[in-house]
């Protein structure tokens, strides 16, 4: 496959201060999931139909982070996440449009991120909905009341975390840190070997949460590595059903 690459400038870093943000980047409609997962071993991700690998000057700071499922054990704070949501249904679906989960978004970006709250919901459709791989959306509820979307990428040996919302009135739940763990044990069951989680940026406070989930691997340019440290654990979170 040929991709036609281009430099981008984005402007100002949203991980740390007083830096700027350059990606090297490419867009397609359709990708091979087994070119794509070759892609984020080699520090790509993607955003919609846009691949890009961060190139900015002087700085190396985002690091991809995997997990390897079978070897991820629990820390006595993510046992007691567990716990707190031993109420919440999961559901695994194809990534599609639909107007409970567009609403959620919004309310989500409204609290969290103020300044994206206007997404229509076209850009919400080319952004998660419309996606060149395969991907799919799990769904977080409690009743039949959703309070979580997380979209996921299956890839051939690996799941890749996409993005994830939750209902702002939920936050005493930590279910940022409750669908990585739910993701996780889906790796397992799927048969997949990793779980990547995009980018960790040390020193940044909305990233670091990534370096809890133990053990981790970075990648550096000798390969994966691991980081973190490897107690011993099972892990088990609720009930699944998959469509």
């Known amino acids: 496959m040929e991709f036609q690459f281009s430099q981008v400038e984005n402007g100002a870093c949203p991980y740390l201060e007083n830096r700027n943000w350059t990606t090297h980047a490419f867009r397609t409609e359709l990708m091979p999931v087994s070119i794509y997962e070759e892609l984020i071993d080699h520090g790509w991700r993607r955003s919609g139909d846009i691949f890009y690998r961060n190139a900015c000057a002087g700085c190396s700071e ?7 499922t079978r070897k991820f054990t629990l820390s006595k704070s993510q046992r007691r996440t567990l716990r707190r949501n031993s109420d919440v249904h999961t559901t695994l679906l194809p990534s599609a449009y639909s107007t409970e989960i567009y609403d959620l978004y919004t309310r989500y970006q409204h609290a969290r991120h103020p300044e994206d709250h206007d997404t229509s919901p076209e850009d919400f459709t080319r952004f998660l909905c ?7 959306v799990a769904l977080y509820q409690v009743g039949k009341r959703l309070i979580g979307a997380g979209w ?24 940022g840190t409750y669908s990585v763990l739910h993701e996780i044990e889906l790796c397992r069951r799927m048969g997949r070997e990793h779980y990547h989680l ?8 909305k990233m670091e949460y990534k370096s809890a ?13 691991k980081h973190g ?13 998959i469509v």
């Open 198 to 205: 995009g980018f960790w940026v040390s020193g940044c406070h």
């Open 62 to 68: 985002c690091i991809p982070l995997r997990i390897p």
């Open 213 to 225: 989930f133990n053990p981790h691997e970075i990648l550096t340019d000798k390969g994966w590595r």
């Open 130 to 136: 419309d996606s060149p791989v395969t991907t799919a």
């Open 229 to 241: 440290i490897t107690p011993c654990s099972s892990l088990h979170n609720g009930h699944e059903e």
């Open 152 to 175: 996921i990428d299956i890839l051939p040996n690996s799941l890749s975390s996409v993005y994830f919302v939750f209902d702002p009135n939920e936050t005493v739940r930590s279910l």
